[in-house]
């Protein structure tokens, strides 16, 4: 009885790990988020396994019914169509549950576009945030104001038609000359990261079409600098004293 969340390539099918493949072997079914997809995928590594099908769609409704097949003492593979399966992808519900009903869940490393696209930007990464996809519409003004003041490096995952409009308002909240990259088509053919200031990326991008699959990194609030507290801390004292 155990559930894995086995990574798949995020283009280079190269990238499948040797273990994936082993528990993509071993078990006795996979739960999928696009069965065509990940058809394919077990096609080229020469696996045959039952697939079901578990996307955003469906997951609140199967949930039960997976939880059941794995307390049979069933063993599953939960895969989505590229990366790690539950980072902006279906799966935290499944995972959860699993552990309310002691379902061992194991998770293995692997692709996943955020990590990549943060170690290019050259941005520090020794701390950063993952905000994945904004609200398309309601909420997502409110949510890049949250992280106005944010002083890690900022991950988002957006849509090629949407690219030029985030770079837009992340320039609004975090200013034009703010550093950032916007990686695209990683581990593929056309694999390219753009790095500048936020208004120069959007220049770059505002010439050509833009497609293919993205992932934008924002470097955070510069701390104060020790002699900008200092400065500060007397300036408000200085305040104090002359408003008392
Ligand atoms: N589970 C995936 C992961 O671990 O990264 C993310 C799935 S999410 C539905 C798809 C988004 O991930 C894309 O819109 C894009 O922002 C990002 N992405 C996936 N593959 C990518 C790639 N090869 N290059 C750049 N971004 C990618």
């Known amino acids: 009885m155990k559930l894995y969340l086995v990574p798949t390539p995020i283009g280079n099918l190269d990238d499948i790990t040797l273990r994936a493949i082993k528990v993509l072997q071993s ?80 998770c293995l490393p692997g692709p996943t576009a955020f990590v990549p696209a943060l170690v290019n930007s050259g941005l520090p990464n020794d701390r950063f945030t993952f905000e994945g996809f904004l609200p398309h519409k309601k909420g997502r003004q409110t949510r890049l104001e949250a992280l106005a003041n944010e002083s890690r490096t900022m991950i988002f995952y957006e849509s090629p038609h949407r690219l030029l409009k985030l770079l837009e308002q992340l320039a609004e909240v975090f200013g034009p000359d703010r550093p950032a990259s916007v990686s695209r088509e990683l581990t593929k053919l056309f694999e390219e990261t753009v790095r500048g200031s936020l208004s120069e990326i959007a220049a770059y991008f505002a010439e050509k079409p833009i497609k293919g699959e993205i992932v934008v990194c924002v470097g955070g609030k510069p701390e104060a600098s020790r002699s900008e507290k200092r400065n500060k801390k007397g300036d408000d004292y200085y305040k104090q004293r002359h408003t008392d």
């Open 27 to 106: 078990v006795d079914g996979i739960l999928a988020e696009d069965t065509r997809t990940t058809g394919f995928l077990l096609k080229h590594l020469g696996i045959n396994k039952p697939l079901h099908s578990y996307h955003m769609f469906n997951e609140h409704g199967s949930i039960q019914k997976i939880i059941a097949q794995l307390k049979q003492g069933k063993t599953l593979a939960l895969v989505s169509d590229a990366g790690t399966p539950a980072i902006s992808d279906p799966g935290f519900l499944l995972v959860r549950e699993c552990l309310d009903f002691d379902v061992p869940v194991e």
